[in-house]
């Protein structure tokens, strides 16, 4: 063995701690005590999680506040603003702010990521030409996955369909769409399929990002998803319209994603600050309630969305506060709640993403991330700062532990 990590806890199991033996980038051994000579570090009892999964994330438009407006707050302005800031964008720029958010994520544990980047007549394909090598770039910290999507409309924007013919054909690896931005939203759906099964990739949408209940779309994806027996291969996202529905309206949503095979990403700090900006009073959240989704049945997850643009004009790439932010907003002071927050960035995230190779198991690479805490409960009470990380067996970062100086 080349390292052990001695004295861990593990997020599966209320056992005592244990130590992982790591050889060649994978994880050889897990046992409560290993008697090998060899480099060790001591983790002093704390959580190892395989890291941290941002499963929905824009590094393209990334770091753009300080060239856009964010006085109204709502997805209106923040297309808009966004759309008119890509017209300065080069290739050279996306880079560098994709860097800096990467390095972000990679400091707060993430070591798997899908990063939606989107291509239209204005921009062409400037955004894939800059996210694509970092793929290779930064291999030695995090799997970064691509998913192009047309965020300005596919069938209304003529050339559009090109692109995303070429993208996908150059190495992307999952196609998504943006219905509510298209003058025909189930024809964008249908044409996202098509492109999926042409590819053979799999499929995440932005969907009905709006608190008006009329007019969803979810039912177009679950019918599509079953004819092209696409379930377990498709995501979508926001989905805000799932928090205005009743009761009952929302059981049955839920028992159809469930059914289909359709899985949620919630995305906690855009969809809170998005919603909501068209009234003055008894304000709406606005974020679908993920929680009661995954206890139907549905495959969820919790991720960041933007940094630092007007979608959502702040953010540190720390997923475990996406899971305390979502824990407020869903009112959740259950350990099994906590818990389940906790899974949404992790195992969960895993699933949506279908990591077969996910998780602190011996046979799968090394990546994992030590977090300042015991339980995944108390790492979303407190917002546990990630200390450690390490992608296939090589340490990516340290952080010291904050010291007290008492008189």
Request: proline content about 5%; aromatic content about 6%.
């Amino acid at each position: 063995m080349e390292l052990i990590l001695r004295n861990l806890r593990l997020a599966e199991t209320d056992l005592a701690p244990v130590d992982i033996g790591i050889d060649k980038g994978l994880i050889v051994a897990i046992a409560p005590s290993l008697d090998v000579e060899t480099d060790s570090i001591d983790m002093a009892g704390r959580l190892a999680i395989p890291g941290f999964v941002e499963s929905h994330i824009h590094l393209d438009k990334s770091c753009i506040l300080e060239r856009c407006k964010s006085d109204e707050g709502t997805l209106d302005e923040a297309i808009r603003e966004v759309s008119q800031a890509k017209a300065d964008f080069t290739v050279e720029d996306i880079q560098a702010r994709a860097r800096r958010t990467l390095e972000k994520a990679i400091l707060q544990g993430t070591t798997r990521m899908r990063t939606h980047v989107e291509v239209d007549p204005g921009i062409g394909l400037k955004g894939i030409d800059a996210i694509m090598p970092l793929v290779g770039e930064y291999r030695w910290a995090i799997d970064l996955e691509i998913c192009v999507f047309p965020q300005e409309g596919l069938l209304n924007n003529p050339g559009t369909d090109a692109l995303m013919q070429e993208a996908l054909t150059r190495g992307a690896h999952v196609v998504g769409g943006c219905p509510y931005t298209d003058t025909d939203p189930r024809g964008q759906i249908e044409r996202i399929f098509d492109l999926a099964v042409e590819h053979d990739v799999d499929i995440d949408f932005h969907l009905d990002f709006d608190t008006n209940p009329e007019g969803m779309t979810v039912d177009d994806v679950c019918e599509l998803t079953d004819r092209h027996r696409y379930g377990g291969r498709v995501t979508i996202g926001h989905v805000s319209k799932l928090s205005a529905l009743s009761a009952e309206a929302f059981d049955a949503a839920t028992r159809r994603l469930a059914d289909t095979g359709v899985a949620v990403t919630v995305l906690p700090a855009t969809d809170l600050f998005l919603m909501g900006g068209d009234r003055d009073y008894d304000i709406v959240r606005g974020v679908a309630p993920v929680d009661r989704l995954s206890r139907g049945g549905v495959t969820c997850a919790l991720s960041t969305n933007n940094v630092l643009n007007p979608f959502t004009p702040f953010g540190d790439c720390s997923l475990v506060r996406m899971a305390n932010l979502y824990a407020n907003i869903g009112r959740i002071g259950t350990a099994a709640g906590m818990d389940g927050c906790f899974s949404m960035v992790t195992q969960s995230a895993a699933d949506v993403m279908r990591l077969a190779d996910y998780g602190i198991a011996v046979g799968n690479p090394a990546d994992i991330v030590v977090l300042d805490c015991e339980t995944p409960v108390q790492a979303v009470q407190e917002i546990a700062l990630p200390l450690f990380g390490f992608k296939r067996g090589r340490r990516t970062f340290t952080r010291e532990p904050a010291q007290l100086h008492k008189p």
